[in-house]
């Protein structure tokens, strides 16, 4: 099996050369490196990119990963595939320029995925990280709950779960900052405001997503957000816009739901504090 898709700024690159040899020279600043898989950002033709290269996960991971009853990851494929629905739906996230995967053995399929560079961005977490020194104005905190929000919503909508949903997987494209004070006064660049939604390497595409699926995301995001000065105002805002619905039909018609986010959440912050002591 031998898949390639190449944007047109590189089939002219690469033309007449094969891409996976030449993904193999690549070189650059490596982000991550595992033996598996590993994510450098690179320079070519004057632009960077990020280019993520799997190597085979191996029979092991495979059959640990179905004894837990989890789809495993076989490469590159997962991302490329959530990239595409994602552009289709108009969710903010990552460019892919090429993709390619090749093996007939699903243990020791070779995939790589090369998608632009995002700059101008800061991400959730950093940004939430400055707020108990510097609270951020009321708009701005509306506007990043809700879009937050949104665009967790659209995704669960049309059947994608991400598998790693925390605050460090969304950019904040800090442009939108650019016509706001410190107060809030003159933010109608907030109207606009992008989050990009990224690491989507883990994430799942279905009919429609699981209830188990929708709880693990949103957990994620709820401890995520623990060490930072979130609001039980923020959490209710984002609630609201998520389901479309008013605060008190929430909580009469899906308390039960919303009460398990809560509880998976501190169930993984009790986890993080247990391995860290």
Request: hydrophobic content about 40%; proline content about 4%; aromatic content about 10%.
């Amino acid at each position: 099996m031998r898949q390639v898709w190449l944007s047109d700024r590189f089939r002219t690159l690469w033309q007449g050369r094969d891409p996976f040899d030449e993904v193999n020279r690549l070189e650059g600043e490596v982000f991550r490196q595992m033996t598996t898989r590993k994510t450098i950002r690179v320079a070519l033709d004057e632009a960077h990119y990020f280019a993520k290269i799997h190597y085979g996960i191996g029979w092991r991971t495979i059959f640990k990963d179905l004894l837990y009853l989890r789809l495993p990851v076989l490469g590159a494929q997962n991302e490329w595939r959530a990239l595409k629905l994602l552009h289709e739906l108009d969710v903010p996230t990552m460019t892919p320029v090429a993709f390619g995967r090749t093996g007939s053995n699903p243990a020791r399929m070779q995939s790589f995925l090369i998608t632009e560079e995002l700059t101008g961005t800061t991400s959730l977490e950093d940004l939430c990280a400055t707020w108990a020194a510097q609270p951020p104005p009321f708009r701005l905190r509306q506007a990043l709950s809700e879009r937050l929000a949104a665009c967790v919503r659209l995704m669960h909508s049309h059947g994608v779960n991400h598998r790693d949903c925390y605050i460090c997987h969304f950019l904040l494209d800090t442009s939108s900052l650019a016509g706001s004070d410190t107060n809030g006064r003159g933010s109608s660049a907030l109207d606009t405001l992008r989050l990009f939604v990224i690491d989507l390497h883990r994430a799942q595409i279905r009919r429609r997503t699981p209830t188990r699926w929708l709880v693990k995301d949103l957990a994620g995001l709820y401890f995520s957000t623990m060490g930072v000065p979130i609001t039980r105002t923020d959490r209710l805002r984002f609630i609201r816009v998520y389901e479309q619905k008013p605060l008190r039909d929430v909580f009469q018609q899906r308390a039960g739901f919303w009460r398990r986010v809560e509880r998976t959440a501190v169930a993984l912050h009790r986890k993080l504090q247990c391995s860290c002591s």
